[in-house]
């Protein structure tokens, strides 16, 4: 089974910087992106990045471009979010995503990450 864990998720102030991880289960495993996802507390779930499995081509929500970076590790089989200038309304929860039908899809999901960003 396709199983996908992040981690990583946290507490931080205002301007500060994170890195959350997800990891991949399934040796045969190999979908045509990763991504992620995030959910605050009474929105709706929205796009933030995705990556496709080679690392050659991403994309970057409007909201998190040129503070949130997406990059792989397939040896590790993980993928990353850098999150710099984090801002209080980044706070939610953080979904790893996995597409089969393209890149862009998202045919499986983690768990989730909590990340909390101070004023």
């Known amino acids: 089974q396709v199983r996908l864990a992040e981690s990583g998720g946290g507490l931080v102030q205002a301007g500060g910087s994170l890195r959350i991880s997800c990891v991949a289960s399934g040796r045969t495993f190999r979908p045509h992106g990763m991504g992620w996802f995030r959910q605050a507390p009474g929105k709706e779930r929205e796009f933030v990045a995705a990556?496709?499995?080679?690392?050659?081509?991403?994309k970057h929500a409007d909201s998190v471009k040129g503070r949130f970076t997406i990059s792989k590790d397939n040896a590790k089989n993980m993928v990353y979010l850098r999150m710099n200038s984090l801002k209080p309304e980044d706070t939610a929860v953080y979904y790893c995503?996995?597409?089969?039908?393209?890149?862009?899809?998202?045919?499986?999901w983690g768990q989730g990450t909590q990340v909390t960003v101070s004023s």
């Open positions: 995503t996995a597409g089969i039908a393209s890149w862009l899809s998202q045919d499986y």
């Open positions: 990556i496709t499995w080679s690392g050659g081509s991403t």
